[in-house]
């Protein structure tokens, strides 16, 4: 892979004009176009700019009989600038752009040292030949964001790889290797070079002495013409399926399908309305949000200020679910684990839990008994906390009890070496109170996994009051290395994610106890685009967990606050879900789908009776509007009380650890999107009939009577 400095050694090359985005030298008789427009050069108005005049420069200049485009930095391009969407568009378009790229009399090359995505690739596309490094990666990820290549990726790919491939591609918004992208016909070459540059210009040199002319992808015919339109059939029914409710997969599939049936210019004419129609849509508003939440999340003021310190042996305490998840997501970052459990026969379950995962892996062909072997040889298990002398950070995973926690830090206490960082993956208890039992409180910190951990990617970083900021940041750097979504959360019962789902779910509680079925919930939660609903979650995880906390909380609970049994009875009658055969649904042997239960709605009727209510009509978009007021108002008093540093991090933690649909953005910014007047309103309609439980937020009442919206709150 090419380094920031495209240009080694390379003193023959003098710059002749330079914009701030794109560099232009010449090169013999090749024109070279640097991109340079850090991070990732996106393609934003300078640099659209910068192409046009490098086209404009080959093309005047008689000595030039080629141009040649590199990109500097890690990325050849990483699409089109994801900040310009919304905004007014500024001339030169992509799409025309990329049209005049291919128009050029003169050669056209480019050369692909990283990424080359989405607006990148079409650009790549639309030159007359493509070489790439090794190390690159070539995709057209827009569904990712709620759109579709509209720079003409969608008429060209198809000519160069065919539709069915190009349709998957854009699908899948997965970037192919450097050599796979060959062997589907994306690109001409794949090399081994150093520097994209010094390929680059060997092989426009290469295609000058050949003799070789301009060659347009526009002009290419759609090799599996025969079959497409059947093939893009079965596409647009399994995507129907698959993409749930999604706007732009289908709309992609329509744009190939135009590639092959139309000619070229009405075929970009369909891409371009369909873009423009995507582009407008709520749901790019909400994938676009989630992108730069993801990214805003790690930018927290203690990471930033602080040093981490250095990780490169972890602790485990604890080898059940999740401990040994724990201990898989730390051996897949490439670190030393030492796992201590209570006892020998618990040690053993717990390593037997760590190898299952990799047999798993093994069994399905993703890696080899010597790279689980390899794997395997760095995690080393002990009953002794001696064993945890020279770790760097130990995270705890024992059973949730505050007693058992605490003799499990006055342990590391004893034996851990000074400056260790010392976790909790607690759901709920008081970190604080686990900082205070120890002589080095700042060294305590919350790692909230989720679970599965290894699979999960999001990680709540709990920051107790004494904790030192390097330890928070070392916290965030550890993310990093296991490549998880941090989000930092304050100490509180739950802290940003728990803390909400009990208040969301507690709705769904008092709909249920009100007259709505759990199915009709579940089917409601799903609709609105959950992969699943709150009950079929519950028998997912184990009802006797959520039992056991309404058990621990229930000495605390404000006796005015309404309770609904309904879930206690089902855990009484031991229904704690698919592990024990039924719970709000029943399981078949063997089957993780459920079928409805005729006893369960029994149980629900009669503990309506117990409670003197009358059962009434729920609408799906009654049930949402409850259960989604309730998770906002939630959230808010969470950013209030500083709990989540802003309303984005409360979005990214509901998208990666509770399931909430991805193109809405998180509840946060779907409640902007639906407008807070109208939110509050809904919870002040709701607190006729329970005004303890549809308190509104003082931020929500705030914002709305400010005319303000979360997203102020995003960028203070
Ligand atoms: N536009 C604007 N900013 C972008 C961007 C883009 N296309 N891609 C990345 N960035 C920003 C990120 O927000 C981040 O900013 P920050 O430092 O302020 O947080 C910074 O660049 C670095 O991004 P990453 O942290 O993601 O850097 P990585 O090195 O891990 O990854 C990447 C680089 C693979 C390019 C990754 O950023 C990526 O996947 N970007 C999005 C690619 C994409 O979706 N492109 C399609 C755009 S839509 C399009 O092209 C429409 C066209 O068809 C018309
Ligand atoms: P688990 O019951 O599966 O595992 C706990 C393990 O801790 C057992 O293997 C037990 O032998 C071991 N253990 C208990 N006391 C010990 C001690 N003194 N020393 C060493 N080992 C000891 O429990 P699970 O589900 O893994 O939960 C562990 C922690 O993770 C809890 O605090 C829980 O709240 C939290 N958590 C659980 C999640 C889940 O979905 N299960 C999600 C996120 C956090």
Known sequence: MSTNHPFPGDSSVSPSQATPAIHLAREGAVLVARINNPPVNALGFAVREGLLRAIDQAAADDAVRALLIVGEGNTFIGGADIREFGKPALAPSLPEVCDRIEASDKLVIVAIHGPALGGGLEIALAAHFRIAMSAAKLGLPEVSLGLLPGAGGTQRAPRLMGAKAAAELMLSGQALSAQAALAAGLIDRVVDAPNALGAGLAYAKELLAGGAVPRRTCLLAVSDFATAGSDLDKLAADTAVKSRGLFSPLKIIECVRAAVELPFEKGLARERALFLECLGSPQRRGLVHAFFAERAVAKVPEAMAAKPRPIARVGVVGGGTMGAG?????????????????DDTSLARGRTNVEKVYDVLVAKGRIDADQKMRVLSRLSCSIS??????????????????????????????????????ATNTSYLDIDEMAASVSRPRDVVGLHFFSPANIMKLLEIVVPAKVSADVIATAFELARKLKKVPVRAGVCDGFIGNRILAVYRQAADYLLEDGASPYQIDRAVRAFGYPIGPFQMSDLAGGDIGWATRKRRAATRDPRARYVHIADRLCENGWFGQKTGRGWYVYAAGERAGAEDPQVLGIVDEERRKAGVAPREFSDEDIMRRYLAAMVN???????????????????????????PRHRGGPMQYADSVGLPRVLADIREFAKEDPLFWKPSALLVDLVERGADFASLNNP
């Open 326 to 342: 724990i201990a898989v997501a730390m051996l897949d970052a490439g670190l030393s684990v030492t796992m201590v459990e209570r």
């Open 385 to 422: 906390y001696e064993a945890f002398a020279n770790a760097d950070l130990v995270v705890e995973a024992v059973f949730e009890d505050m007693a058992v926690k605490k003799a499990v830090f006055a342990e590391l206490d004893r034996v851990c070496k000074r400056g260790a960082v010392l």
């Open 634 to 660: 939630e959230g808010a008093n969470v950013v209030q009380e500083r709990i989540a540093l802003r309303p984005l991090d409360v979005d990214v933690v509901m998208l990666h650890g509770y399931g909430f």
